[in-house]
Each structure stands twice: as C-alpha cells, then as structure tokens.
Nanobody, 126 residues
C-alpha cells in the first residue's frame, strides 16, 4: 500500500511563509504526478499545485489562479518528495492541505491509482 507522509503545516501570520513536504513510499519510476490540494471548511477540495511527469527534470507545473506568483511547487526525485513553498500567505489560504499522487502499477495493466495523504492544517491569521 502506497503511503504519502506530509509535514510542514502550522499557524502563520498574513504575509508569512510556510513550506510543505510530502514523501511517498512508491517506487520513483511509478510516480506519474504529485501535488497538493486544499479544503477549507464548507468548501470543496481544490487543486493548489501539481507536477507532471514526476520522473522528468523538465516537468510541467500547474497552479490554481489564486496562488500563482505566491506558491511554488518543486520535487526531489531521489527522495520521492514534493514540496510546496507558500509565500505571502493570506487568511483565505487557511485550509487543510492534502498531498496527492498518481501512482502507476509496475506490471500490466499498469493501472494508475490516486493516493492521498492524511492532510496538514495551514492556518493564516490576520
């Protein structure tokens, strides 16, 4: 069973920064993509940022419009870890942040399955 282990959440004042990390137990070459979603109280879970394909150094990144220019996603392939650097945080960034990964099976039919971390709370105060 693939696991995703997150760290780095916490409480910060508006304008501050936090860095989230997520490490997977999956084999590196089986990782299709990794990224972060968030869910605020009473709202749907939304994509924050993602990297694909994870195996390539020239990977593509995808960001929610609300975080462009403030958040930056990166990865360390050898450590099977994805990072989310969050700068200029705003109170509306307050949410539970979930790590997400699409992992491909290593044998036919090479099914891709998505996995989720347990979530880490990010709270931005005024």
């Amino acid at each position: 069973q693939v696991q995703l282990v997150e760290s780095g959440g916490g409480l910060v004042q508006a304008g501050g920064s936090l860095r989230l990390s997520c490490t997977t137990s999956a084999l590196g070459f089986a990782i299709v993509s990794m990224g972060w979603y968030r869910q605020a109280p009473g709202k749907q879970r939304e994509l924050v940022a993602a990297i694909s394909p994870f195996i390539r150094n020239d990977y593509d990144t995808n960001y929610a419009d609300s975080v462009k220019g403030r958040f930056s996603i990166s990865r360390d392939y050898a450590k099977k870890t994805v990072y989310l650097q969050m700068n200029s945080l705003k109170p509306e960034d307050t949410a539970v942040y979930f790590c997400h990964a699409d992992i491909k099976e290593t044998r036919p039919p090479f099914t891709v399955t998505d996995y989720w971390g347990q979530g880490t709370q990010v709270t931005v105060s005024e």
